[in-house]
């Protein structure tokens, strides 16, 4: 049992940094907010996270990524991206890496279609900020991320707040 508390990775959350030099940026996640403040989540293999991925060669840029990704797994087109921060991942054995976070507008929702990547369709859902959090369960760790997204959708005028109904396809 204690190895594998050892194994357990540590979550460090740089709200507005860059990673520093030298930092690998493994993925590129969005809080994708649409008209009603709901946030946008993936359902893979039983587990919900936000949409995004793995920058590849051909992105010019870590929002190009986030734009790709966002369309390949869950069919959304976004606007206004904005970088919140980083999340810093420790593992035993590893070199840190990064997990960067950007908060977006949700602009079009696509016909669902499968996941390049994956060959699959993910469920996709749009759910209340708090109901959100709770499904993705990332506890303390996400608190601080969730609230600088919360403040960009803010800024824009969107709902955050108010209660809405979750939208599941």
Same mark, same amino acid.
């Given at each position: ?26 993925? *590129? ?49 976004? @606007? ?8 810093? *991942? ?22 669902? @279609? ?27 760790? @996400? ?9 960009? @959708? ?16």
């Amino acid at each position: 049992m204690r190895e594998t508390q050892e194994q357990e990775p540590v979550y460090l959350w740089h709200g507005a940094a860059r990673p520093p030099e030298g930092m690998q940026v493994r993925q *590129v996640y969005g809080y994708i907010f649409d008209a009603l403040g709901r946030a946008v989540l993936l359902c893979d293999d039983g587990r919900w996270n936000l949409p995004g991925g793995t920058p590849e060669p051909g992105d010019a840029d870590r929002v190009s990524t986030l734009l790709r990704e966002v369309w390949e797994e869950v069919q959304v087109e976004i @606007a206004d991206p904005v970088y919140l921060g980083f999340q810093e *991942v420790r593992r035993a054995g590893s070199e840190p890496y990064a997990q960067l976070r950007m908060a977006a507008r949700l602009t079009r929702l696509g016909p669902r @279609a499968a996941d390049p990547d994956k060959g699959r369709v993910h469920v996709r859902r749009l759910s209340p900020l708090p109901e959100a959090m709770e499904l993705l369960g990332w506890g303390a760790a @996400a608190e601080a991320q969730a609230k600088a997204a919360a403040r960009i @959708a803010a800024s824009w005028g969107l709902p955050v707040g108010s209660p809405q109904p979750s939208h599941v396809d």
